[in-house]
């Protein structure tokens, strides 16, 4: 999970696209390093141009991080993978799916469409740049192109490096795969590989620093992100694994505390907030699922109007990332709790409430898994 939390800034193709705040420190220190290169030689820029150049430059860079992480997601979306967002980070970019891919196939082919797109970029900005300067245009117009065909040769490079979760060690994975038939030995493989980048990464970033390079930092914490993310995708796949199967009305508690929309504030506070220290509640009807009342809403209300004022004028619509059906994957549901950074889910069928699954309860359950080894 990226820290900081992101805004939304649109879809394409269907995806919701985000940025998330540590992006904007990646856009501030790209557009100063390279508003300064503009300057020197051979470029010699005016402090002006160079800056706008440098905007510019650092803008497209990021559009193509966008594109490479597209091609990821729509090779996914042909292959019946669907993916949730989008977000750009200090790091790049990644695509969030909804669940690993079925087979070798298909991870190679999504591993491989976005170092494809990366290195289609390069030859497309290079073209580009070669053409305006066969036209004799203003090296203010033509210098960003040959920077931003180098940046995107070199991205597509860089996510080769066969080290999971990289591109290249999806592809290492694979073929893995492939070879062995069996994805978790796979990816423990490539997951091993890719912390091996990481160390290498790190070993570079402080031999770096300390022949007085301070660009060597950016190194040590690529390679520390990189080492995070094979850890954690190895776990999240022996996660799967321990859950394979197991559905969410096979662990849910099926008796759920509610609250009927006739109550008053008063009541649902001393009946139920004080009596249970819960801090939000299904709000139910007939048995059918109304929304949710929280101690958030209830806070909005004027304490001298909590008599007067009833659950259903308060409570909020229940949206669809806090609830899940039944028949579900335990995994998808912890999944989906640990994206909405949320401690349960409720358990919804036809509109009707049936039961209620925690955090608790799937961690519970892979503890007592792991102690049997089953």
């Known amino acids: 999970m990226l820290p900081f939390g992101s805004i939304r800034i649109g879809r394409i193709l269907g995806i919701n696209v985000e940025i998330n705040y540590t992006w904007f420190v990646i856009f501030l220190l790209v557009t100063v390093a390279l508003t300064l290169t503009f300057q020197e030689k051979p470029y010699q820029l005016s402090p002006l141009a160079s800056l706008v150049d440098g905007v ?9 991080v966008l594109l490479h992480e597209l091609c990821h997601s729509f090779v996914a979306r042909l292959n019946g993978i669907p993916i949730k967002k ?48 066969i036209l004799g245009l203003n090296r203010v117009i033509v210098v960003p192109f040959i920077f931003l065909a180098e940046i995107n040769l070199a991205l597509g490079l860089f996510n080769m490096a066969p080290g999971f979760p990289l591109d290249g060690g999806r592809v290492l994975r694979a073929a893995l795969w492939y070879w062995y038939h069996d994805l978790e030995r796979a990816t423990r493989i490539a997951a091993g590989f890719g912390q091996g980048v990481a160390g290498l990464l790190v ?27 094979a850890q954690a995708s190895y776990k999240q796949l022996v996660l799967q694994r321990s859950l394979s199967g197991i559905k969410v009305e096979e662990i849910m508690t099926r008796e759920v505390q509610t609250v009927e929309p006739s109550l008053t504030i008063d009541q649902v506070v001393n009946e139920h907030f004080l009596r249970y220290k819960f801090g939000r509640f299904p709000v139910v009807e007939n048995g059918r699922l109304l929304g949710v009342i929280t101690l958030h809403d209830v806070k909005e209300i004027p304490r001298e109007s909590w008599s007067i004022t009833t659950v259903w004028e308060t409570m909020d619509p229940l949206e669809e990332h806090l609830k899940i059906s039944p028949g579900e994957d335990a995994v998808q549901a912890l999944m989906q709790m640990a994206r909405e950074e949320v401690g349960h889910l409720l358990v ?27």
């Not at 750009?88 to 170092?115: H, T, W, Y």
């Open 56 to 64: 510019i430059t650092s803008l497209l860079f990021f559009v193509s």
């Open 203 to 229: 070993l570079i970033g402080f031999l770096s620093v300390i022949m007085g390079n301070l660009g060597g930092v950016w190194f040590i914490l690529l390679g520390w992100f990189l080492n995070q993310a």
């Open 86 to 133: 989008i977000t750009l980070f200090i790091f790049g970019g990644v695509a969030q799916m909804s669940r690993e891919p079925d087979n070798p196939g298909v991870e190679f082919k999504m591993a491989i469409a976005g170092p494809l797109a990366s290195f289609l970029l390069a030859l497309v900005f290079g073209l580009i740049f070669w053409l305006f300067q």
């Open 348 to 374: 919804v069928e036809d509109d009707s409430l049936v039961g209620l699954v925690t955090r608790t309860d799937i961690i519970k359950l892979i503890k007592v898994k792991t102690e049997l080894g089953v």
